[in-house]
């Protein structure tokens, strides 16, 4: 398992020349921000796409399987913590059923702690397709790329470090937002989400960062 420490870099937002009543005044602002820390599964794509929101520099893209990723924010969490949310960002894709299961089930033990899951069934590009189409048939990760390739104009690639502002100028957040709530909608609350596909929920993560933005004044 990777070991990574928490970058320490001065965090998205940092004061720059203020008077000394202004600059106390920032200071007390930044102590009531929330520490956030994001663990997310893949390496590139979702890393990139959340570290563009510039809340937080605490955003790991890990390379683990589901249930990994959730004790890699646990271990993170031990270490650079306490973090006041940490959320676990995986997709159900290839893995085994009981894989993801257990791991949204880990995650969902440790609410108490700060602890939240954004997932996709079946890829993290369902929250990016969701941008410009509502979308209920199950659907393999293979598809995902020709219909965002679609939408934006240009030939998707997984890691695209442009992908946040393309979905601004391009797609609908709030859509998005209204899609994945219809999803979780859809499926049968009995049914174990490793078979509800498609659902995600990475609106949530998402609808946190733009409340935090909002209370930072960005």
Request: aromatic share 12%.
């Amino acid at each position: 398992m990777k070991r990574n420490t928490v970058n320490t870099k001065v965090q998205f937002g940092y004061p720059g020349r203020r008077s000394p009543e202004g600059r106390n005044r920032t200071i007390e602002r930044l102590r009531e921000r929330p520490r956030i820390l994001i663990v997310c599964e893949g390496e590139k794509t979702e890393p990139n796409y959340f570290r563009a929101f510039r809340v937080t520099n605490n955003v790991f893209g890990e390379g683990l399987e589901t249930i990994r990723v959730v004790e890699e924010a646990e271990r993170l969490n031990e270490v650079d913590g306490p973090f006041d949310r940490i959320w676990c960002v995986f997709d159900r894709d290839s893995f085994p059923a009981d894989n993801f299961d257990n791991a949204v089930k880990k995650v969902l033990s440790l609410a108490s702690k700060g602890f939240r899951v954004a997932y996709s069934n079946e890829a993290f590009e369902l929250w990016y397709i969701l941008h410009f189409e509502y979308q209920d048939a199950a659907l393999s990760r293979a598809s995902y790329w020709p219909r965002l390739t679609g939408h934006i104009g240009r030939e998707y690639r997984k890691g695209d470090p442009d992908i946040y502002s393309v979905l601004h100028s391009k797609g609908n957040e709030e859509l998005a937002h209204k899609y994945a709530q219809r999803l979780r909608e859809h499926h049968a609350e009995d049914l174990p989400l490793s078979r509800r596909n498609p659902q995600t929920t990475v609106d949530e993560l998402v609808r946190y960062l733009r409340d935090v933005q909002r209370e930072r004044g960005f």
